[in-house]
């Protein structure tokens, strides 16, 4: 892929990257499923992404790739700064919004949001 | 009264109403169109017109059409700029000026929207193009149709953003259109559509060409041009494009979820529904501030070359130079709040945000030293391009340390939103990006042309511009600190501001003289060209390959592809005075075609947004398949170049040769 | 574009490398457009207006079959690439064909879950919520429907002028995009539909 001889990506490659992915995605949503009674713990959020960015990785791996071939160096370092900047961005929103949102509450509405953010 | 049944959506001739400003402005720009047009027919130019410059894939070309669109809006953007310190100098207690508060509105969002989008980035994309295939050895960027459509597609914008003086009105909720002003409910006409699509399409513009010149430095630069031989004007175009890359995508977003909430009845950003309006204002400045260091490191880069050049020693520094691009460049993503510091967040929030402001100061100040030093101990010749860098070293550091002081968050809530932040970041981008793009166009002028800019003409401008600059500026940073807000046209006699803007206003007018200076200059330069023909190709004693070509450059840029192995390579070869091959041997070169089809996708991107924002719904409909068929049918084309033998490459060269005997 | 004579070119392995480089960073840079849109949404999630929140609205089964249908494209888009590579045109055919089918399934039940929610009343104008949610699905939506075109055209151009170097380097961009746009579809999984259901 990119820099490399596409066929790095074998048929093995795709076979196991789908297998994986199923089996990640299943689990999942077995694990929602088990936890619809609504204490959503900061826990249940970890698991539930940590599962997602495995099965990311896996399919970057798997069915596109990354990292293979003879000089995969280029467009993993982008790959890494993309990650790099998104976490930035994404991460950084969501402390500022947060931020403001509380601060920026008025003192009327301050009961309801507290209820609704943080379940208080 | 709405014609043909709603088949052109809320258009309606009331959007021709007109008062006496827009009237002069459409004039003006009617005539204009009008000379040009009329030009065209009498020369009979149209066909050369088509074939020579508007279906162009060749970087140069491109490149010289950048500048022409820039230098146009620049000068739309300098009438705003003329109108605002008019207003402001004029309208005190009982006398209100010449405009009122609705059109003061509209013309400082057009002046922001036009200057940092249109002028700036059009200065700065046009020298990335005319300057960078040949910097690193190179025919031609890495994909020249993608080249040719952005540039069309930032034609597109300014066309659009230019239409919205004669049909219709422009926004009143500044360059970056805030909501809730900017929703539906305070904005219910076509003001703000018109600015977001013109800065949306423009925008996708930027993000196309930012990959096509990121992919270039890393794939395309020639034979032993390792990353850290390439010339400092290249790492700042690599550095700037990295920062395109990941910035305008976030613009791109922000704009549609504005559009949506105007045109769908979305909530992202509305004061009701649950909406959040905080959430734009970080959004769009995570995008604004990447946006002002794309626009500063080019200028850098500029600065980097023109110093080494007109010192004759090489650049002080090439490491830390290249630390300070990546710094600058990774550090952009961390500073974005500084603008909103008194929209609320907490001390914790905005201290974080206030030391990575103060850090970043840090990677500009090294640079700095490093030009300094690269001064010291050289051969200065003060030429018209190394005056813009020493007017640039005086004024970016002042306004570099207001930028410092604000950074505190602290002195930022009293100064925030005044004309003390007025200043300081029209110091930055005039002081910066602007003399230093201005002194890119001199010290590049010559290569793209093929005769040199008049010396005595270009240091008048610069006079004009650097002390215009000054005395419109400093009087705004006092004006700042005396509690003089920004955006206001009108205030109370007692304050005591009137003299000030007085100032200001002379100020802008030098400026003015400026201007004209620079279009005397060009139009002189050309009347007297055969006198200042470049015959050898490098006329200021250049280091860097793109002076190894003629002036202008062959299409094909370099007959037989360069290697180098050092740093300031051209300087390399002047020194080690290597005799040439008597008889290279030249293989035929291939270079894209010509084609129309550039210009077509953006001419029904125009209509896509001149469709969108007057609600006409076939229109974009329509274009938006216009766009996709023209995209199938460029796929399908097998024969998309065409060779030149090497035949006429010996001609080609050996014409140059001759010339370069006559220097 | 290959020629007889001797050209001063680039050569077609070094040019398919600069295009595929080129689009590798072209869905970096739709990562960060995603990234905007996932932010938003995480901002404006719990703006409900007073309306139903992703708990009453989300059906996790409906969202698993999209899931699994979606992954299984990217399987076969997967396979299809590799035929590509192997100069099977019958097979590039079947395989991107499948890929195509499953592609419009998923978009079919996603327009399903739309028109659901619009037709109850739950539509995008209705809360923040709501707004962020049909604008970071429809997008996706969106993207998948613009590789359903891709898709179709390059079908058609394959049949047409066989696996001819241009159209195997396309499929291999096609295949980064589609693959792409189902890492994309991990997380609007988890974060919009996982997330929202257990969530109080």
Redesign the interface.
């Known amino acids: ?3 490399t001889n ?2 790095d ?3 093995r490659s ?1 076979a196991i ?2 297998v994986l ?2 089996a990640l ?2 689990e ?2 077995v694990i ?2 088990n ?2 009674a ?3 713990g900061w826990a ?2 970890l698991a ?2 940590g ?2 960015l495995t ?2 990785v896996i ?2 791996i798997f ?2 790739g990354l990292g293979r071939g003879p000089r995969p160096k ?2 993993l370092i ?2 890494f ?2 990650i790099v ?2 976490s ?3 991460l ?6 947060y ?3 509380y ?2 509450t008025s003192p009327s509405q301050i009961n309801n949001y507290l209820h ?2 943080d ?1 208080i | 009264m709405n014609y043909f049944g709603g088949l052109l959506g809320r258009l309606t001739l009331q959007a021709l109403q007109h008062n006496l400003v827009t009237s002069v402005g459409v004039i003006m720009m009617s005539l204009g169109i009008i000379l040009v047009v009329g030009l065209m027919f009498y020369f009979k130019r149209w066909r050369w017109l088509w074939k020579n410059w508007l279906t162009s894939l060749d970087p140069k070309k491109i490149g010289v059409m950048y500048i022409v669109v820039a230098v146009l809006m620049l000068l739309r953007g300098g009438a705003d700029a003329l109108m605002m310190r008019a207003q402001q100098a004029t309208s005190v207690g009982a006398a209100h000026g010449l405009l009122s508060s609705n059109q003061f509105q509209q013309v400082f969002s057009a002046h922001g929207t036009i200057m940092i989008l249109f002028a700036a980035m059009g200065l700065m994309f046009g020298l990335i193009n005319l300057v960078l295939p040949l910097q690193i050895g190179a025919r031609d960027v890495a994909f020249p149709f993608l080249n040719a459509t952005s540039f069309w597609l930032f034609a597109a914008g300014a066309a659009l953003i230019n239409i919205s003086l004669a049909i219709g009105d422009f926004s009143t909720a500044g360059w970056l259109a805030y909501p809730p002003l900017s929703e539906l409910r305070y904005s219910p006409g076509v003001g703000v559509d018109y600015w977001i699509w013109s800065v949306q399409i423009t925008g996708i513009g930027s993000l196309l060409s930012g990959i096509n010149f990121l992919v270039t430095i890393l794939k395309l630069r020639c034979k032993g041009m390792t990353l850290m031989k390439m010339p400092m004007f290249v790492w700042s175009v690599f550095g700037s494009m990295v920062l395109v890359i990941f910035a305008f995508p976030v613009l791109t977003v922000t704009l549609a979820l504005l559009f949506l909430d105007r045109s769908l009845g979305m909530h992202f950003f509305t004061a009701g529904g649950g909406g959040n309006a905080m959430m734009y204002v970080n959004l769009i400045w995570a995008w604004g501030h990447p946006e002002v260091y794309i626009l500063i490191l080019p200028a850098f880069g500029v600065f980097s070359e023109i110093v080494a050049t007109f010192s004759q020693k090489r650049l002080f520094g090439y490491r830390s130079m290249v630390w300070a691009i990546w710094a600058i460049t990774f550090l952009s993503f961390s500073v974005w709040l500084h603008h909103f510091f008194t929209m609320g967040a907490g001390a914790d929030v905005n201290a974080f945000f206030g030391i990575m402001t103060m850090i970043i100061a840090v990677p500009t100040g090294v640079k700095v030293f490093n030009w300094l030093f690269t001064m010291y101990r050289g051969r200065i010749r003060f030429k018209t391009p190394m005056l813009w860098f020493m007017g640039f070293i005086v004024t970016f550091t002042i306004g570099g340390v207001a930028g410092v002081l604000m950074g505190v968050p602290a002195i930022d809530f009293q100064v925030h939103n005044s004309l003390f932040l007025v200043a300081h970041f029209h110091t930055m981008i005039i002081g910066g990006v602007v003399f230093g793009y201005f002194a890119g166009l001199t010290y590049w002028f010559p290569k793209s042309f093929g005769f040199k800019l008049n010396e005595r003409l270009g240091k008048y401008a610069f006079w004009c511009w650097l002390i215009g600059f000054l005395t419109a500026f400093l009087p705004l940073y006092i004006l700042g600190l005396m509690g003089a807000t920004r955006r206001i046209d009108h205030y109370d006699a007692s304050l005591g501001w009137q003299g000030l803007f007085i100032v200001a206003a002379i100020g802008v007018a030098i400026i003015g003289l400026g201007i004209a200076f620079q279009v005397l200059q060009v139009a002189f330069s050309i009347w007297q060209r055969k006198s200042n023909l470049d015959l050898s190709g490098d006329p200021w004693n250049g280091r860097t390959l793109e002076w190894s070509t003629s002036s202008p450059a062959p299409v094909y840029n370099f007959a037989i592809l360069p290697e180098v192995s050092d740093r300031d390579p051209f300087w390399a070869t002047k020194q080690s005075k290597l005799v040439e091959d008597a008889k290279p041997n030249y293989k035929p070169i291939a270079m894209p075609k010509n084609s129309g089809l550039a210009i077509m996708i953006a001419g029904l991107a125009f209509l896509f947004g001149f469709g969108a924002v007057w609600h006409i719904y076939w229109l974009p409909a329509v274009c938006l398949m216009g766009i996709i068929v023209c995209i199938i049918v460029r796929t399908t084309n097998d024969h998309s170049q065409y060779l030149i033998s090497a035949d006429e490459i010996q001609k080609i060269e050996d014409a140059n040769a001759t010339r370069r005997q006559y220097a | 574009m290959s020629q007889a004579l001797e050209i001063e070119e680039p050569n077609q392995v070094a040019s398919d490398s600069k295009t595929i480089f080129g689009f590798w960073v072209y869905i970096m840079t739709d990562c960060v457009l995603f990234a905007s849109l996932f932010a938003t949404y995480a901002v404006l999630h719990n703006n409900t207006f007073g309306g139903p929140s992703g708990r009453q609205l989300f059906s996790l089964p409906f969202v698993l079959t999209e899931t699994l249908i979606l992954l299984t494209s990217s399987f076969s888009c997967g396979l299809g690439l590799l035929a590509a590579h192997k100069g099977e045109k019958a097979k590039v055919m079947a395989w991107f064909g499948l890929t195509f089918l499953l592609g419009l399934a998923f978009l079919t039940l996603e327009l399903t879950e739309f028109k659901h929610l619009v037709s109850q009343g739950d539509s995008w104008r209705e809360s923040g919520f709501l707004s962020a949610f049909f604008t970071l699905v429809g997008t996706h939506g969106l993207h998948i429907a613009t590789g359903l075109c891709w898709m179709s055209v390059m079908i058609f151009q394959v049949s047409r002028r066989g696996l001819v170097a241009a159209n195997v380097r396309r499929l291999t961009l096609l295949s980064m995009f589609w693959h792409f746009l189902d890492i994309i579809w991990i997380f609007i999984f988890t974060i919009v539909y996982l997330l929202g259901v257990v969530q109080p």
């Open positions: 892929m990119k820099q596409p066929s990506v074998t048929f795709y990257g789908f992915s199923i995605t299943v999942a949503y929602a499923l936890h619809l609504g204490s959503a249940l959020v539930l992404v599962l997602a099965q990311m399919q970057l069915f596109l280029l467009d982008v790959f700064f993309m900047v998104v930035i961005l994404v950084g929103s969501l402390w500022i919004m931020n403001l949102n601060r920026m609704l953010q379940g």
